[in-house]
Structure formats: structure tokens, C-alpha cells
């Protein structure tokens, strides 16, 4: 698909609107909140804690799988430009996963923050949660330029493990659901679709390769008889 260029006064319009974007899901938790404590009227449902927590914990597995999304949707369309919004959105879903913990830690456990590492060791939905949160962690600190220029190839790889994340918070969602297990499943689709796709891709490029490799080879041959 041809595009015609865009501009750097179209770039920072969609990246503003991209950023307005992500956080109107904060934004009208806010809101709920704001309703929840001025107003009492239950904006927050019977429970606020485990509504925020629900909240941004969705919202950044959703962000991770939109992340995620980004490479396909380039190769589909071959409208390169989307590319430049994939580490925003990266972030995003490390920030929303880090309110997200920050509401466990804050709203949650309260003052019982010694609680933490018992209940990481104990529940393992939790382990799997802040494994997913580590990694993200690792991936925000080293998706600079400058981290990407030291690390060379090895940024590559590392940034793989991306795709260990989204499986992890899958997962981690999976395991805390009692019964109906619809909407992870929903997620655990969407997260298997997009590595498959990924993996496919690979498998394609590594045979395209490897029949570059040994036409050449093929041809001398041809030649000598
Ligand atoms: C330090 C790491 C984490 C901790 C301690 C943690 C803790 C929790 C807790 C306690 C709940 C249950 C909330 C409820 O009462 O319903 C929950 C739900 C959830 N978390 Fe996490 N989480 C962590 C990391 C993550 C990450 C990294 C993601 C996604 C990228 C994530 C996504 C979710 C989702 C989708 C739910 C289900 C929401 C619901 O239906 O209630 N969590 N988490």
C-alpha cells in the first residue's frame, strides 16, 4: 500500500491522539472515582478496590496485545508509519500494569507491603503477574535508543520477551477467574494468534533463506555439468 508522506505536523497530531488515546481508560477511572467519593453513588461498583485493580489490569493486558498487534498490522498493510507507535503503546501497558500493581501494593495490601513477597511466593497467579510485570519493567527501561545501540543484536532478543509476557499476564488473568473463563480465553486467543503469526512469519523468512542460500549453490552446480 502506497501512503502519501506524512508530515511532522501530521506525526505529532496522531501521536497527541494516540497519547489522548491511552489514557482515557485512566482518565474515566478517575472520573469514577472522583463520583465514588464526592457523590457516594457506587460509581465503582460494590467493590472500588477489586474495580480498580480489574481496571488497569485489563487495560494493560489490552495495551500488551495492541503492542503486539503493531508488526502484523505493518506486514499486512505495509503502512510502515504504524511502526513508530509501538513503543508508545509498549509503555503504556507498562504504565497501566504498574498502576495496576501500584493498586495492589497501595489499596490492597494497605500497609501490609511485607505481605508482598509471601503472597508473590504463595498465589501463584501473583508469581506468574509479577513475572509479566518484571519483564515489562526490563523491556520499559531498555526501549531507548541508547539501550538499543549498546545491546545491538542482544536488544532484539531481549525484546522478544515480550511475547513470555503477554503469555504470563494470560495466564495470570486465567488463574484468579473462578468460573467463567470467557474473556481470558477471548485474550488467550488474541496472544496465541499474534505469536503464531510471528512464529509462521519466521518460519517463512528462515525457508525463503535458506532457498537463497543454495540457489546459488544449485547454479555452479548446473554449470560443472
Ligand atoms: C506485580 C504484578 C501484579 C500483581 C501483584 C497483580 C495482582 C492482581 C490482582 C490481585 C488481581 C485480582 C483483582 C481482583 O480482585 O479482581 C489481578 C487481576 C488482573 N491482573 Fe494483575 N497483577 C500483576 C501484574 C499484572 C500484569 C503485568 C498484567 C497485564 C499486563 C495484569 C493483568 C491483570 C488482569 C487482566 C486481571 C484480571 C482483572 C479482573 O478481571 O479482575 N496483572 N492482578
Known amino acids: 500500500m502506497v501512503l502519501a508522506r506524512v508530515t511532522p505536523m501530521q ?20 472520573y469514577l472515582a472522583w463520583q465514588e467519593q464526592t457523590l457516594g453513588n457506587g460509581a465503582l461498583g460494590a467493590d ?14 489490552r495495551f500488551l496485545l495492541i503492542a503486539l498487534a503493531v ?9 510502515s508509519e504504524i511502526l513508530r507507535y509501538r513503543r508508545l503503546l ?23 507491603w511485607s505481605q508482598i513477597v509471601e503472597e508473590i511466593i504463595k498465589r501463584p497467579y501473583i508469581t506468574v503477574g509479577f513475572a509479566a510485570w518484571v519483564i515489562l519493567l526490563l523491556l520499559a527501561i531498555t ?6 545501540r549498546r545491546l545491538a543484536k542482544r536488544w532484539t532478543y ?5 511475547y ?15 468460573s467463567d473463563i470467557r474473556e481470558p480465553l477471548l485474550y488467550a486467543i488474541i ?24 540457489s546459488p549453490a544449485e547454479k555452479s552446480t548446473h554449470k560443472l555439468r
Open 11 to 30: 506525526r505529532v497530531i496522531m501521536k497527541t491522539f494516540v497519547h489522548v488515546l491511552c489514557l482515557l481508560p485512566l482518565a474515566w477511572l478517575f
Open 48 to 61: 472500588p478496590i477489586a474495580t480498580i485493580e480489574h481496571e488497569l489490569g485489563i487495560w494493560a493486558l
Open 71 to 79: 508488526t502484523p498490522l505493518k506486514q499486512l498493510t505495509g503502512v
Open 90 to 112: 509498549g509503555l503504556y501497558a507498562f504504565a497501566y500494569a504498574s498502576f495496576h500493581f501500584a493498586a495492589f501494593l497501595f489499596l490492597d495490601l494497605k500497609s501490609y
Open 143 to 148: 526501549s531507548t535508543r541508547g539501550w538499543q
Open 158 to 162: 531481549l525484546h522478544r520477551a515480550v
Open 164 to 178: 513470555a509476557a503477554a503469555i504470563l499476564a494470560v495466564l495470570h488473568f486465567w488463574w484468579l477467574v473462578k
Open 191 to 214: 496472544a496465541a494468534a499474534l505469536l503464531g503469526w510471528r512464529l509462521w512469519r519466521r518460519a517463512r523468512t528462515n525457508a525463503v533463506r535458506k532457498q537463497s542460500i543454495r
